[in-house]
């Protein structure tokens, strides 16, 4: 972490962390004293970095209430899968050959994806999928990047969340998943490009259902 790093950016990091592992679901308060006790911080520090995170449309005020993790609306998820196709298929037309590194890291990815997926912790399981696919974002070596999806992907696990049934959400991309991994570990660019243009469209159609069957 940069040194330049502030204690009000670490606290929303680690918040941000805890939605992406889905710690923290829709609708969760998130109540001043206890952040304060947690992280041993002010409260205008808590304040500012539950600011941080209001403008990265992860949580919002409800009068009587607090702040409290956001629940996102239907059609949002469409903005956000597009964002999400546009930055790993850059990545990916940029990305090969993968160096050791990058293709361990996505392998650990797949590793524990297919783990938690045995244990059938399908909480778990969306949330090593994110871990790929910041991976595969992270091919641009561009830390504004990484920071940014880091952004969009907290917003995507809340719908993830928000799954009736998180089994049906989750099982359709693990193949998927493993077949894009495999593809960039082969160096098949273009292979791997058109696995992930049908990604996003196909989860639009799901992530929408969600919506239409609570």
Not at 58 to 80: A, C, H, P, S
Not at 86 to 94: F, G, R, S
Not at 128 to 143: D, F, R, Y
Request: glycine share 4%; charged share 25%; hydrophobic share 45%.
């Amino acid at each position: 972490m940069a040194l330049n790093v502030s204690l009000a950016d670490q606290v929303a990091l680690e918040l941000r962390a805890d939605i992406i592992g889905g710690r923290l679901l829709p609708g969760m308060p998130l109540i001043e004293k206890d952040l304060v006790n947690r992280y041993s911080a002010s409260r205008n520090t808590i304040r500012e970095a539950l600011h941080c995170l209001r403008q990265e449309g992860l949580t919002r005020y409800v009068r009587n209430k607090g702040v409290i993790v956001r629940r996102l609306e239907r059609e949002e998820v469409r903005d956000l899968l597009v964002v999400c196709r546009t930055l790993e298929l850059q990545a990916i037309a940029q990305s090969c050959p993968l160096t050791g590194a990058q293709s361990g890291r996505m392998q650990s990815a797949i590793e524990a994806t297919t783990l938690v997926r045995e244990r059938e912790d399908w909480r778990a399981v969306a949330t090593h999928s994110l871990v790929l696919h910041q991976q595969i974002v992270a091919l641009m070596g561009s830390l504004l990047f990484d920071e940014f999806f880091a952004q969009v992907i907290a917003q995507l696990r809340l719908v993830l969340c928000a799954a009736p049934d998180e089994q049906r959400c989750q099982s359709p991309w693990l193949e998927r998943d493993h077949e894009i991994y495999t593809l960039l570990s082969h160096n098949q660019a273009q292979a791997a490009s058109e696995a992930m243009s049908l990604y996003p469209d196909d989860s639009v159609h799901l992530s929408l259902a969600l919506f239409d069957h609570p």
